[in-house]
């Protein structure tokens, strides 16, 4: 009994179980791409027009795209800490508009609720610091797996969550909004103090695990599509609803049992290495670096740091070496892909906020229109996958640039946007699969990118800038052109109705014209970020074409 005490403090005290925690944690973080399930309730409850709902959009992929306020609380307090304050912050946020949207409290003001949804969508940043880049401390050598493996789970959220509200609340998507609120808190909250960085070591098997928690959520993804398809078709029964969230639960928990043999192995070489004679163990202390070599190190450090940032801007280093945070931002490189991006990205934050109104001014019912969002998040799973795994295997093999990548992923997303523009039966469930495919593979393929071309010494920074770029896309195209658009049709039905605006509570707009003519522009627009990012693939085929980890291997020894 106590051996078995022993080993289950050490599982839930190992790596494997952090990877696991960290899992679910992330399998819960991805609530802003629900936004399109319940953004109707907030319409019609709150009397918004399409503008203001666009608005409220905005501000949700504001706070979940900047993340420097998590990256500077992770610098000085430990993870749990930083998970405890996101889960404060989902909580509070989502639970204020829940209380908005039933009317348990006042009618807030417009910026009220942009800011209850910005804070909320914020507590996505620090469930992707604690535990994402916690994982990848505890396993640098895998962090290309570990990030898409995680990306992806958060990719899976929507259509996860959409299980469980079936199940727990029926088809109130009111109720949506305050599972939202209680469950990634909750999770956080649990998880908490298993999230920690422990020491990194290398196990040989160690990609082979990850490929087996990838078939597992690959199958997971298969089977919430298979759910998503089977739920339109037949009508559901709340306790067949359950059942579907029964198994979705039980795959979850399925790394749990890799995570444990994993860490059963462990304890068992830990048992065999405490028997080592003395001598083995002493030869290893030998290994480590000693305090001198340490201030060796840090001297050197320190030399490199004395010259200010501001005086080498204009002395960029080649590409792939590290540049300083100025070199980057003011490179031509950095400044193509964020263009690449502010189109990209903006235009696929746009067509996910929009997909409620869009399946309503098409007819489709609102299960239908559930489906619909179920869809984008299972292919932002695969696209987040393939952006991963896919393009690094073309990288490795045919050195393919990996811009290239991002260039054939947003023309791909042009063909999803004018089949919203130009819709036939069905082809919105087509729509959703590119879109949210295309929308997922881009992100990855943007942080690799940033990683490659300007090295990993400023990463978590630049990356963090180089996100900034989809928000602002976002207001402009979903904002200032959208919501604009599809309000003018709005007004115009009315006028051909004889009513005028401030007879009705809310604009809606049915009918193929509602969206007809914003999606023409978003598809417009990501085929000029096409373009521009076939300008960076040119700027950069002599890099792609050269030994890119050449000085990573160096660095750590590799052969």
Known sequence: MGDACKFALHAVDGRWFSV?????????????????????????????D?????????????????GVLSGLLAEVTPTWFVLLVGSAMNFSGYFMIWLSVTQRIARPAVWQMCLYICIGANSQNFANTG??????????????????????????????????????????????????????AALSVVFAYTVR?????????????????????????????????VEKLV????????????VVCVMLFIPLIIAIKEDWIQWNLKHHEG??????????????????????????????????????????????????ILQALLSIDMLILFAATFCGLGASLTAVDNLGQIGESLGYPTKTIKSFVSLVSIWNFFGRVFAGFVSESL????????????????????????????????????????????FGAQLPLLFAIISELFGLKYYSTLFNCGQLASPLGSYILNVKVTGLLYDNEAVKELARKGMDRSAVKELVCIGVQCFRLPFIILSAVTFFGALISLILVLRTRKFYSSDIYKKFREIHGVN
Do not use: H
């Open 131 to 184: 535990a994402l880049v916690t994982c990848v401390k505890n396993f640098p050598e895998s962090r290309g797996v570990m990030l898409g493996m995680l990306k992806g789970f958060v990719g899976l959220s929507g259509a996860i969550f959409t299980q469980f509200y079936l199940a727990i609340y029926g088809t109130d998507s009111k109720s949506l909004i305050l599972l939202i609120a209680w469950l990634p």
């Open 197 to 229: 960085e422990r020491k990194p070591e290398r196990q040989p098997n160690e990609l082979k695990v990850f490929y087996q928690f990838l078939i597992v959520s690959i199958i997971l993804a298969l089977f919430l599509m298979a759910m998503n398809i």
């Open 50 to 66: 399409q503008t203001t709902l666009n608005l409220l959009g905005f501000f949700k992929d504001l706070g979940a795209n900047v």
């Open 20 to 48: 696991f925690a960290s899992f679910l944690i992330m399998a819960g973080a991805g609530a802003t791409y629900l936004f399109g399930t319940y953004s109707k309730d907030i319409k019609a409850t709150l009397g918004y």
């Open 275 to 324: 028997m080592k004679p003395a001598t083995e163990a002493t030869a290893e202390k030998k290994l480590e670096i000693t305090p001198e070599v340490k201030s060796e190190i840090s001297r050197e450090q320190d030399e490199k740091v004395q010259k200010s940032c501001f005086l080498t801007i204009y002395n960029k280093p080649p590409r792939g070496e590290d540049y300083t």
């Open 395 to 438: 990288l490795v093999r045919y050195k393919m640039p990996r811009p290239l990548m991002m260039t054939f992923v947003l023309l791909l997303a042009c063909v999803g946007y004018l089949l919203i523009a130009f819709p036939f039966s069905g082809s919105v469930y087509v729509a959703s699969v590119i879109t949210g495919f295309s």
């Open 235 to 246: 009508d559901f029964s709340k306790a067949a609803y359950a059942g579907s969230a029964t």
